[in-house]
Structures are given as C-alpha cells and as structure tokens.
C-alpha cells in the first residue's frame, strides 16, 4: 500500500489547460468539472477542518476550486489506440476520458495505460489498427462515487481495484474526476492540520514552568503521540509491509557481509575483488546492524520478476598474487556471501536424511569457494564458487497476477569457463551457452584460484510459483533446527524448576509461619533469650554493610538491565523484533538502555537514603558511570582488536560517537533525574531498631562459610536457563537464526523465581545461624550464576565452536565476559531485592519491645 500511496503521490502530475494538437476540451458550461490528473488549475482551498474520516469527494473537488476552465482530456471511440496513448504521452497523464464521436456530452469509458499493456502490447496488436473503443474500459464496467462519498471509502474503492482515476457521478451526469493523489493530498493536508494544532499545543506547554514530573511526563507522551503520528506516512518495520512485483519489474539483489563460523570476523563483499556495479551504494542501516558488521550494498546482479536467464555473464577478473592471495585466505577460513532479496537473506538447501526421508535444511550464504585435490594428487588446491544458479520463488495472486517473493535461493558451482577468440562484450561462453542449451549442472572442471589465473563470473535466475504465502515465507529459515529436542528440553527444564520453587516456597511458608507464631507466643524476657536463631539478631540485620554506596550502585544498574530486558522481551514476543528486522534487536536493547536510567538513578538513590546517606549526586554519578565504563573498556578494546584486521564489525567513528552520545547526552541525565526524584521521596523506615554494639557473631558450619553457600546459590539459577543458553550461544556464533521469545520469557520469569527463592533460603538460613551480614551476601548468592554461564560459554568455546584464531577466541571470551558481567548485576539486583523483602516481612511480623 505505501509503494501504491508513494506512486500516487509521485505522479500527481500537471494537465495544462491549453488546447494540444489532437486533444479536444469539453465545454465547462455544458458539464463543468475538473480531469483527474489535473492539480496546476487553482489554488488549494483549505477544507473544512473536519476529520479525514467525514471528509467527501464534494469537499476534494471544492478545494480543487471552481475558477479553473472546468475541462478535462478526452478522445472518441473511433481514434486509434496510437493517437490516444500519444496524447497521454504529450500531456503526461494515464488515462483518457473516451466519448462517442459527435457526442461530446455522452461518456463512452476511459482509457488508461494498463489497457494499452494488456490489451495491445501483451497481445501483439497493433495500436495504430486498433480503435479506442476496442480496448476502453467501457462505461457499465466503470467503479463510480458521488460527491457524498467519503474520501475513505473512495481510497479503499481505488486500492482495492487498482486504479488511479475514478469517475464522480450525479444525477448521471459525470460531473468530474479525482485521483489518488488528489485523495493523499486530502488525507495528508487533514493530517498536518493535527500536527501543526497537536504541536502548538506542545510548544505552549513547554513555555511554561515543569511543576511536576506528572507534567513532564504528560509532556514527553505528547510529544511522543506527534512524532508517532507524524511517522505513520514513511515508517514500516522491515519484513512486515509486503511489496507486489509485476512480471517484468526489476528486482534489487543486495551483497551483505561476508561471514565465518570460524574466525567471526565479518568483511564487506567488496573487500574482495569481485565483479562491482557502477556505482556502490551503502543501504540505510541502523545502529543494530553496524554494531553487528553488517554491510549492506548493491549488487551487479540484474534480475527481473519471472523472466528466467541463463548463463549471464557478470565479468571477468584476473588475479595477481594479492586478490589470489586473499581469496585463498577467505576459502581456507570457510567464508560465506551473504545476499539480500526483498529483504530475504540468500540460503543454499541441503538436502539430508531425518528419520529416514530426506529433508531440505538451509544454511545461509554460500562458501566463497573449498579446497580439494585433483584426482592422483596430493597438493592442496583452492578453487573458486564463480558460477551461481539463482531460485527465486514467488506466491502469485490469481486475481491481480501480481507476485510476491516467499523464497532466495542459491546452488553454487566451480567452473572453468572458456571461449574462442578475444574476449570482448559479446563473448559467448562454449562452456555456458543458452544458444546451445549448454548450461552448468556441475563442477565436474572447476575452477581454480592462483596468480595470473582467469577468472568469469556467471550466473543463471529462476523464478519457481511457490504455494507458500508471504506471511508465511520466514518459516523455512526459522524452523533450521530440531525443535522435538529444543521443545522437550524447555519443557523438562521448566517443570524440574517449578517442581524445585514450589517445594521450597512450601517448605519456607511453614517453618516461618511456625517460628513466627512460637516467637510471638513467649510471655518472659528469659524465655524470649533462650530462643536461638534469626530472631536474635533483630537488632542488627538492619544494620549498614560496608561498601554501602556500591552496593546501591549495583542495584541501580541492576534495576537498568532488568527493565531493559522485560521490556525488550515484551517487543519481541510481540513481532517487532523478529529476525526479519536486521539489527532491531540490538537497537532496541541499546536504546531501552538509555532509557531506563532514569529507573538507575531513582533505584539507587532510594536505597542509599534508606542508609540515611546525604550525598545523592555522587550515587548517580557513580551509576551513571561505573558498569557503562567498565563494558566500553572491553568493547575499545576488542574494537581496537577488530579494527586491527581490517573488519566491518570493527564500529566506524561516526556510529563510536553516536554511542558517547547516547551515553553522555541522554543516559547521564536520565540518572540524575531518576536520582533527585528518588532522593526526594520519604526514606522507607526500618521494621526494628538497630543497636549500638554490634552483635558477635558465633562460628559457622562448614556449609554456611560464605563462599561456599554464595557458590551453591548459583547454580539453580544457571539451571533454569542453561538450555536455552545453548541455543542463544548457538545462534551468536554458528550465524543462525533465534526466534522462540516466547519461550526465552518463561525461561526468563523462571529465572527471576529461581534466583528469588533461593536467595531467600540461603538468607533465612544465615539468619538462623545467627549471621546478619546478608546485604552483600545476598547480592552474591544469585549472581554468582554469572561465573557458571562465564565457565558454561568456555566449556561451548571447546566444544562446540572451531575458532582457531587468537584474536578470534579474544573475542569471543571478550563478549562473554560482558554478557556474564550484564547478568551478574541482573540476577544480583532480583536476589537483593527478594531478600530485602523477605527480611523487612518476617521482622515486622514478630513482637519486639
């Protein structure tokens, strides 16, 4: 629809009101009325300011004016096609008013473009033969409004049937006739009447004084509401708007990065000598796909819909000892050609047994080239993928015979080309010949790679009817892997832990209700000092632990990576993140991080008043500051690294700025503003008194030693997530696709129940031993999850993963070392907040004098 809209706007094109050669003008004084085409004859009246939604065709034409001479463009039934389409040629227009000969008042049809396609050229007729009224839409078959219709309903009218100019009808009579474009420009003008009322309102707004957050943030929502509104005419997410191609449209082939499973490092295409366009041009890519070192440009490629080629030559290179030298490099490290169609990445389909019947997997890209020897040698050679036999499937719509492409595929060959003579322009391939039904079905002599070596680039197109439906067509790249394995693992994982936090919620509900109750039952001082346990230390579990300010710290930042990874999972069970968006993810994750430090600043503030601190600007500060310093120290430096290897993941100046700005220019504030909001709210009351003296605290079990139960408390969090870990793993950095959100939020919420419990278990044992340093402990106890997934994603690097490379493995032990950092504070915050919950409950249950 918006390709529709885009060309409707585009080609509201001026009719001039001059007599032209063959063209005649109806007498405005017989029937007055305007052409479609026609916008140049007055200047726009402004409409009524009712919605788009009341607006009619009568308020369209009005503002089209009645001072113009009233006529339209017009030919009779007996001209010639020819002369007819050679009108519209002169005058620029696509359609023609036809009425019979003699009888200008009499409408006969309309003729239009896609008539002169379909009806002439399609069929092999001759246009100047043929008569108008032979091809003419005629007048019972026309779609008609009156001026009463609603502007809507005229669009939808228009859409639905694919045309550009419809009749208005009274008493009739044909009164005029209006266009798509003069339907957009309606729907447009009434939408910049809202803007500019919706943005004077705001402007007035932020004159005056913010009094309150409520104000602010009533502010911040409108402002929202007009960017929102305003974007509705250009934004769509990438993969959901479908795009209709007709036979014979050209198709754009985009080259993205070249990628390897083993080095992980990414290239662009063009850092190899392969055939270029032109011109190369860089696609608009967010700040998710430059992080990720997605290049995404042109391609020399020249496909159209439905019109299959053969043996097309791409052009020729001859290495010297530096491309060969570097294609070598790239075949021996196992690269792949990422391409891009209609926004469907390229797959090669590998056929393979499941349970016995073969089945089609797809890997995505396909190799640059392999090695191998040839038949009684031993040498090692490199040979080169230079022949590319193109599938493009499409789901054609039976009514319209427009297309839409539900499928990009690719088979790859090695061949060696040859041709008689010099070569030139014109060369005919004898090894790849259409003419001679010589076509490549093999790499039976493949093409080798070394200096001074010839190398011709081909390639063939096929376009395949697929029954496949576009909503459909990302199936067959998501569903890549065993999901019985994949399903039957989550399944078994979520039900051991729910099995595990439903015992322990049981066992914890009745051994506190117990205590509690036998507490509050003692009627003496000496019998409440024969009691032992958790009840003991009520005078100092509130007590302040040491490292107080970054202990709040902590928790702030924990608080930012947990609304950051609520929310991003919300959006990305709900579509808008699925892997059809290239680099949304990342994006959205990186800006809700910028974001949430509003929620930073105001979680550690809060806290740090509770430990009756006074200086709230160094908290913010320090949470504004220390975990983003500590995770752009390892990112300069893996850059820094990546960089060194000429890489496209290595992230340009430009987007390294962008990031300092998103940081400094909008996280930091956000802190402090969270931060003086937090500050400002009434500090939350101890439920008991701390003493002066602190308490002793006896000797401890083995089993109670603080780093052996921090130790044990993480393992049941990295449990409950540990499988699908594996498929996150596998999807980083074996270049797959993940997908199932759904199931990554029940593990998720899993997750935050697992590291709550256990945290509250381990704290109440503490208690009972008489310990009341928790504050830091219980931080620690959920946390420490993040040293299993550090030594789960080692124990991966081994196994599963064929990095070979030094700066390669630094990496990949780099990122994790982030990824583990991010979740230490993540599932440290859940753990904290659980057991400062836990311990406020049970002491202002109990009854202390």
């Not at 017989?30 to 402004?46: G, L, M, N």
């Not at 050679?86 to 620029?92: G, L, P, V």
């Not at 005229?154 to 639905?160: G, R, S």
């Given at each position: 629809?918006?390709?529709?809209?885009?060309s409707?706007?585009?080609?509201?094109?001026?009719?001039?009101?001059?007599?032209?050669?063959?063209?005649?003008?109806i007498?405005?004084a017989?029937?007055?009325?305007?052409?479609?085409?026609?916008?140049?004859?007055?200047?726009?009246?402004?409409m009524?300011?009712?919605?788009?939604?009341?607006?009619?065709?009568?308020?369209?034409?009005?503002?089209?004016?009645?001072?113009?001479?009233?006529?339209w463009?017009?030919?009779?039934?007996?001209?010639t096609?020819?002369?007819?389409v050679?009108?519209?040629?002169?005058?620029?227009v696509?359609?023609?008013?036809?009425?019979?000969?003699?009888?200008?008042?009499?409408?006969?049809?309309?003729?239009?473009?896609?008539?002169?396609?379909?009806?002439?050229?399609?069929?092999?007729?001759?246009?100047?033969?043929?008569?108008?009224g032979?091809?003419?839409?005629?007048?019972?078959?026309?779609?008609?409004?009156?001026?009463?219709?609603?502007?809507?309903?005229?669009?939808?009218?228009?859409?639905?049937?694919?045309?550009?100019?419809?009749?208005?009808?009274?008493?009739?009579?044909?009164?005029?006739?209006?266009?798509?474009?003069?339907?957009?420009?309606?729907?447009?003008?009434?939408?910049?009447?809202?803007?500019?009322?919706?943005?004077?309102?705001?402007?007035?707004?932020?004159?005056?004084?913010?009094?309150?957050?409520?104000?602010?943030s009533?502010?911040?929502?409108?402002?929202?509401?007009l960017?929102?509104?305003?974007?509705?005419?250009?934004?769509?997410?990438?993969?959901?708007a479908?795009?209709?191609?007709?036979?014979?449209?050209e198709?754009?082939?985009?080259?993205?990065?070249?990628?390897?499973?083993k080095?992980?490092?990414?290239?662009?295409?063009?850092?190899?000598?392969?055939?270029?366009?032109?011109?190369?041009?860089?696609?608009?890519?967010?700040?998710?796909?430059?992080?990720?070192?997605d290049?995404?440009?042109?391609?020399?490629?020249?496909?159209?819909?439905?019109?299959?080629?053969?043996?097309?030559?791409?052009?020729?290179?001859?290495?010297?000892?530096?491309?060969?030298?570097?294609?070598?490099?790239?075949?021996?490290?196992?690269?792949?050609?990422?391409?891009?169609?209609?926004?469907?990445?390229?797959?090669?389909?590998?056929?393979?047994?499941?349970?016995?019947?073969?089945?089609?997997?797809?890997?995505?890209?396909?190799?640059?080239?392999?090695?191998?020897?040839?038949?009684?040698?031993?040498?090692?050679?490199?040979?080169?993928?230079?022949?590319?036999?193109?599938?493009?499937?499409?789901?054609?719509?039976?009514?319209?015979?427009?297309?839409?492409?539900?499928?990009?595929?690719?088979?790859?060959?090695?061949?060696?080309?040859?041709?008689?003579?010099?070569?030139?322009?014109?060369?005919?391939?004898?090894?790849?010949?259409p003419?001679?039904?010589?076509?490549?079905?093999?790499?039976?002599?493949?093409?080798?790679?070394?200096?001074?070596?010839?190398?011709?680039?081909?390639?063939?197109?096929?376009?395949?009817?697929?029954?496949?439906?576009?909503?459909?067509?990302?199936?067959?790249?998501?569903?890549?892997?065993?999901?019985?394995?994949?399903?039957?693992?989550?399944?078994?994982?979520?039900?051991?832990?729910?099995?595990?936090?439903?015992?322990?919620?049981?066992?914890?509900?009745?051994?506190?209700?117990?205590?509690?109750?036998?507490?509050n039952?003692?009627?003496?001082?000496?019998?409440?000092?024969?009691?032992t346990?958790?009840?003991?230390?009520?005078?100092?579990?509130?007590?302040?632990?040491?490292?107080?300010?970054?202990l709040?710290?902590?928790?702030?930042?924990?608080?930012?990576?947990?609304?950051?990874?609520?929310?991003?999972?919300?959006?990305?069970?709900?579509?808008?993140?699925?892997?059809?968006?290239?680099?949304?993810?990342?994006?959205?994750?990186?800006?809700?991080?910028?974001?949430?430090?509003?929620?930073?600043?105001?979680?550690?503030?809060?806290?740090?008043?509770?430990?009756?601190?006074?200086?709230?600007?160094?908290?913010?500060?320090?949470?504004?500051?220390?975990?983003?310093?500590?995770?752009?120290?390892?990112?300069?430096?893996?850059?820094?690294?990546?960089?060194?290897q000429?890489?496209?993941?290595?992230?340009?100046?430009?987007?390294?700025?962008?990031?300092i700005?998103?940081?400094?220019?909008?996280?930091?504030?956000?802190?402090?503003?969270?931060?003086?909001?937090?500050?400002?709210?009434?500090?939350?009351?101890?439920?008991?008194?701390?003493?002066?003296i602190?308490?002793?605290?006896?000797?401890?079990?083995?089993?109670?030693?603080?780093?052996?139960?921090?130790?044990?408390?993480?393992?049941?969090?990295?449990?409950?997530v540990?499988?699908?870990?594996?498929?996150?793993?596998?999807?980083?950095?074996?270049?797959?696709?993940?997908?199932?959100?759904?199931?990554?939020?029940?593990?998720?919420?899993?997750?935050?129940?697992?590291?709550?419990?256990?945290?509250?278990?381990?704290?109440?044992?503490?208690?009972?031993?008489?310990?009341?340093?928790?504050?830091?402990?219980?931080?620690?106890?959920?946390?420490?999850?993040?040293?299993?997934?550090?030594?789960y994603?080692?124990?991966?690097?081994?196994?599963?993963?064929?990095?070979?490379?030094?700066?390669?493995?630094?990496?990949?032990?780099?990122?994790?070392?982030?990824?583990s950092?991010?979740?230490?504070?993540?599932?440290?915050?859940?753990?904290?907040?659980?057991?400062?919950?836990?311990?406020?409950?049970?002491?202002?249950?109990?009854?202390?004098?």
């Open positions: 629809m918006q390709a529709v809209i885009r409707f706007v585009s080609g509201g094109n001026v009719v001039k009101a001059s007599l032209l050669q063959h063209v005649r003008v007498n405005p017989i029937q007055p009325s305007v052409f479609c085409s026609r916008s140049e004859s007055t200047q726009s009246a402004r009524e300011e009712h919605g788009f939604e009341s607006t009619t065709i009568s308020d369209i034409m009005n503002a089209k004016g009645k001072s113009a001479d009233g006529s463009l017009w030919c009779t039934t007996d001209d096609v020819y002369e007819a050679k009108s519209m040629t002169q005058h620029n696509g359609a023609l008013v036809v009425v019979k000969p003699g009888e200008q008042q009499s409408l006969a049809g309309i003729i239009t473009e896609r008539d002169y396609l379909r009806k002439i050229i399609v069929q092999g007729r001759s246009s100047k033969s043929t008569k108008v032979d091809i003419m839409t005629q007048e019972n078959k026309l779609i008609t409004v009156t001026p009463e219709t609603k502007v809507l309903q005229a669009m939808q009218l228009m859409t639905d049937n694919r045309i550009r100019h419809i009749p208005v009808i009274k008493d009739k009579g044909m009164i005029g006739m209006v266009s798509i474009g003069d339907v957009v420009r309606a729907v447009v003008s009434e939408h910049r009447e809202e803007l500019n009322r919706l943005n004077a309102f705001i402007q007035g707004a932020m004159a005056t004084e913010f009094r309150s957050l409520s104000e602010t009533g502010s911040a929502i409108a402002l929202i509401l960017l929102f509104i305003h974007g509705v005419h250009s934004f769509y997410l990438p993969g959901v479908p795009q209709d191609f007709e036979k014979g449209d198709l754009k082939v985009k080259v993205n990065k070249l990628t390897s499973i080095t992980q490092l990414p290239y662009s295409y063009y850092s190899l000598p392969f055939c270029r366009p032109k011109k190369i041009v860089d696609s608009t890519e967010n700040l998710g796909e430059v992080l990720r070192g290049r995404i440009e042109n391609a020399p490629y020249s496909f159209k819909m439905r019109e299959a080629q053969m043996c097309n030559i791409l052009g020729r290179v001859t290495l010297d000892a530096k491309s060969a030298k570097a294609f070598k490099e790239k075949i021996d490290d196992e690269y792949r050609v990422n391409m891009i169609l209609d926004n469907l990445p390229l797959v090669v389909p590998i056929e393979r047994l499941d349970q016995g019947s073969p089945a089609v997997v797809y890997q995505l890209g396909y190799h640059i080239g392999l090695k191998g020897q040839y038949e009684g040698s031993k040498e090692q050679k490199f040979f080169m993928h230079n022949h590319l036999a193109f599938t493009v499937r499409y789901h054609r719509d039976s009514q319209t015979d427009a297309a839409r492409i539900v499928g990009f595929e690719v088979k790859p060959y090695s061949v060696k080309h040859e041709y008689e003579g010099e070569w030139s322009e014109k060369t005919r391939l004898t090894t790849c010949d003419h001679t039904k010589r076509l490549v079905v093999s790499s039976a002599t493949p093409q080798e790679v070394e200096q001074k070596k010839e190398i011709i680039f081909t390639y063939d197109v096929d376009f395949q009817e697929s029954e496949v439906k576009w909503a459909s067509r990302w199936d067959a790249y998501l569903l890549m892997s065993d999901n019985q394995i994949h399903w039957f693992s989550i399944v078994n994982s979520l039900m051991i832990v729910l099995f595990l936090s439903g015992m322990v919620a049981m066992i914890m509900l009745r051994t506190l209700y117990r205590d509690i109750s036998r507490y039952e003692l009627e003496t001082q000496e019998e409440a000092q024969e009691e346990g958790w009840k003991l230390v009520h005078g100092d579990v509130f007590r302040l632990p040491t490292n107080s300010d970054l709040c710290v902590y928790v702030g930042t924990g608080v930012q990576c947990l609304g950051m990874v609520l929310v991003t999972m919300i959006f990305a069970m709900l579509g808008f993140l699925s892997p059809s968006n290239r680099g949304g993810l990342m994006t959205a994750m990186l800006l809700l991080w910028v974001f949430m430090g509003l929620f930073a600043g105001y979680a550690s503030s809060r806290l740090y008043k509770m430990f009756k601190g006074t200086e709230w600007k160094r908290i913010a500060f320090r949470t504004a500051f220390l975990f983003p310093a500590v995770v752009s120290s390892i990112f300069f430096v893996l850059n820094a690294l990546i960089w060194g000429k890489s496209s993941g290595a992230v340009p100046f430009g987007t390294m700025f962008a990031l700005f998103l940081w400094f220019g909008i996280s930091v504030p956000l802190v402090f503003v969270g931060g003086y909001i937090g500050f400002k709210k009434p500090a939350a009351d101890d439920p008991v008194k701390t003493n002066k602190p308490r002793q605290i006896p000797e401890q079990a083995w089993y109670m030693n603080p780093v052996f139960s921090i130790l044990i408390g993480g393992i049941l969090p990295f449990g409950a540990f499988i699908e870990l594996f498929f996150i793993l596998t999807s980083i950095w074996l270049n797959q696709f993940y997908y199932i959100f759904g199931f990554l939020f029940l593990v998720f919420v899993i997750l935050i129940v697992t590291c709550a419990e256990i945290t509250v278990v381990l704290c109440y044992f503490q208690l009972c031993s008489e310990d009341y340093l928790w504050w830091w402990r219980s931080y620690l106890t959920s946390g420490s999850s993040a040293l299993y997934l550090f030594l994603a080692t124990f991966y690097f081994f196994t599963k993963l064929q990095i070979t490379k030094l700066v390669s493995a630094m990496l990949y032990f780099g990122y994790m070392l982030i990824a950092y991010a979740f230490f504070v993540l599932t440290g915050t859940i753990g904290f907040y659980a057991c400062l919950w836990f311990t406020r409950l049970i002491y202002s249950s109990v009854k202390i004098d």
